[in-house]
């Protein structure tokens, strides 16, 4: 019983640090520099730059309000939140604040937001007369049968990188036999194969022999963006990035118009690259482990086997004299 009365002392200190935690409102300075300075910070996609009160005039005089329905719920090219559904709704009205601030409208400074002004006051100590718990020692059990469970085999681990580069035999395998699904469920007879599925879209060389890009452009499939709802459209950002690499391979176009076909933002920013010039160190190395880039292709997007469709853009020839 004392151990009982230990264990819900120590849930309840839990649930109260947490609590304290949640509560914590991070200044407009800190939500700017984490999701808004990829864009605002230069101006990409018509974005009212930071510390441009030109840029800042027309849509201040919208209204506060206004701004803040915009960058709640996305508005154009931005999406809700600046991509990042985590942030909150104060915390949003801290970095709009905090931009207007530094784009030369004074009466937004004093409301920029920092975190010692929204932290929630120290709660005040109290004398503990709650009785100290001492726990008792728990007495070794012998002689404790075990149940042998019965172990399933598997040949290979179904996230497992570049699962998708597999040999003709094993594209598309129904169901029960993709190591994925449980052949054991009835549930699982009842799933449609994955090629009789798949044989109305256009066809592609690698991975499950599905070129989904196409097939999206061609109205083949049509992907919903919101689980609860049909109207719901996406935020597309028809944005190319560029990225130099060394040797003689073709530099890497990364292509935001289509993942963000599919995609919302906060799928990759900012847990898998930072939104913001010059901050991904990104390498073969690391995608080959399945970091960054690796995180989907090769599991659930094409295979690395496919080197062209990232190295597309061709570099400038130089001639003997270096020109």
């Not at 640090?17 to 999701?35: H, L, N, P, Q, V």
């Not at 999406?79 to 709009?96: C, F, L, M, V």
Request: proline fraction near 7%; include cysteine.
């Amino acid at each position: 019983m004392k151990a009982y009365h230990l264990i819900l002392t120590i849930l309840f200190v839990l649930t109260i640090s947490s609590a304290f935690a949640e509560t914590e409102i991070r200044s407009g300075k800190d939500i700017y520099d984490m999701a808004c300075a990829g864009c605002h910070a230069t101006g990409v996609l018509e974005a009212p730059k930071l510390g441009s009160k030109t840029d800042w005039d027309k849509r201040e005089k919208q209204g506060f309000e206004v701004l803040m329905i915009h960058a709640l719920k996305g508005f154009k090219n931005m999406p809700a939140k600046g991509g990042n559904p985590t942030i909150k709704d104060q915390e949003i009205e801290n970095a709009i604040k905090y931009q207007l601030a530094q784009s030369g409208f004074d009466q937004y400074k004093e409301k920029s937001g920092s975190t010692e002004n929204n932290k929630p006051a120290p709660a005040k100590k109290t004398a503990d007369t709650r009785p100290k718990i001492i726990p008792e020692a728990i007495p070794e059990t012998k002689n404790i049968a075990k149940i042998k469970q019965p172990k399933k085999t598997r040949t290979h681990s179904v996230n497992r990188f570049n699962r998708l580069m597999k040999p003709a035999a094993e594209w598309n395998l129904s169901p029960a036999k993709d190591g994925i699904h449980d052949p054991e469920n009835e549930g699982t007879l009842l799933l449609q194969p994955p090629k009789q599925a798949f044989e109305s879209l256009s066809n592609a060389k690698s991975g499950n022999r599905v070129d989904w890009v196409k097939s999206l452009q061609n109205k083949e499939i049509s992907p919903r963006y919101d689980r609860l709802s049909d109207d719901s459209k996406p935020v597309v950002m028809d944005l190319n990035i560029v990225r130099e690499v060394k040797g003689s391979m073709p530099d890497v176009v990364y292509p935001h118009k289509q993942h963000t076909e599919w995609l919302d933002c906060s799928n990759c920013h900012p847990a898998i690259f930072i939104p913001q010039k010059g901050a991904n160190q990104i390498s073969m190395a690391s995608i080959l482990l399945g970091q960054q880039c690796g995180v989907c292709h090769g599991k659930v997007a094409f295979p690395v086997s496919e080197c062209r469709k990232c190295h597309s853009q061709k570099k400038a020839l130089k001639t003997g004299n270096g020109k």
